[in-house]
């Protein structure tokens, strides 16, 4: 199974990252997508994915950091890049964090987003009370050849439903799992299957049973099987349908 979001580059796992690696392969893992947040992490992320077999990664400047941005610098980790880099990412907006730099949050997106589409990568999006102007800026910057997917994805039903018809892929996190996660298990359980993949945002968002400790690739499964039973199917079925979305997204 594919982790196509996890954070290997965060300092959580700086003390045993290869045994986070390995204890994932042993349990039947096959790919890790490890995701960037600034420029550092990004950096990070090449390191991690060049040296381990059958870990790629992403660059990107996530919203809570969009201070930090600078175009110049994140057009030439496209043009360094090595083979293993597969989306730009996580990039979008963050309300729930700051409400106040909206406006250079929705530049930092855009001009990322315009790279995406300059060096046909697709991208992850992190989206926190911002919906609206999330799907307003796809309408307008079309990244949508590209591929787009919305990670740890946590807004309505409905909501759901109008990205899947732009082509938007959702994915699904251990917050899926959770008991108050009431919208979520909704949006898991009805969204057509193609559109859909699981992550693991570790070290965040552990699943259950293991919510409070921190979270690791290897736990990806018990997402996929939370979700197989919620919809009454195979979780071997669901996370074969899972992985080939993800394998043609991200083109690995
Ligand atoms: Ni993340």
Same mark, same amino acid.
């Given at each position: 199974m594919i982790d196509t979001h996890c954070h290997l580059n965060d300092s959580q796992f700086d003390n045993d990252l290869e045994n986070v690696i390995n204890s994932f392969f042993v349990s039947g893992g096959d790919s890790i997508i490890c995701v960037s947040a600034d420029y550092p992490s990004s950096i990070k992320a090449k390191q991690i994915a060049e040296i381990n077999d059958n870990i790629y990664y992403t660059i990107g400047v996530h919203p809570d950091d969009c /201070? @930090?941005?600078d175009e110049t610098e994140l057009e030439d980790l496209i043009i360094t890049?090595?083979?293993?880099?597969?989306a730009i990412g996580e990039i979008g907006l963050d309300?729930?964090?700051?409400?106040?730099?909206r406006a250079k949050q929705i530049e930092v997106f855009t001009s990322q987003i315009n790279l995406a589409i300059k060096y046909r990568l697709p991208i992850i999006i992190h989206c926190r009370d911002a919906y609206q102007d999330v799907l307003e800026i796809l309408k307008k910057y079309s990244p949508l050849e590209v591929g787009v997917v919305m990670h740890c994805y946590s807004g309505s039903l409905e909501f759901a439903r109008e990205l899947i018809k732009l082509g938007v892929k959702i994915s699904f996190t251990g917050?899926?799992?959770?008991? /108050? @996660?009431i919208k979520t298990k909704d949006v898991a359980k009805n969204i057509p299957l193609e559109s859909m993949f699981f992550e693991t945002d570790a070290p965040y968002?552990?699943?259950?049973?293991?919510?409070?400790k921190r979270n690791e690739p290897k736990y990806v499964f018990n997402t996929a099987k939370f979700v197989a039973e919620l919809r009454g199917i195979d979780a071997d079925e669901l996370i074969k349908i899972t992985d080939e979305n993800a394998k043609k997204f991200f083109n690995i």
């Open positions: /201070n @930090s941005y890049k090595s083979d293993k880099l597969v309300y729930f964090h700051n409400k106040l730099n917050n899926v799992t959770y008991k /108050n @996660s968002l552990t699943p259950e049973p293991n919510r409070g």
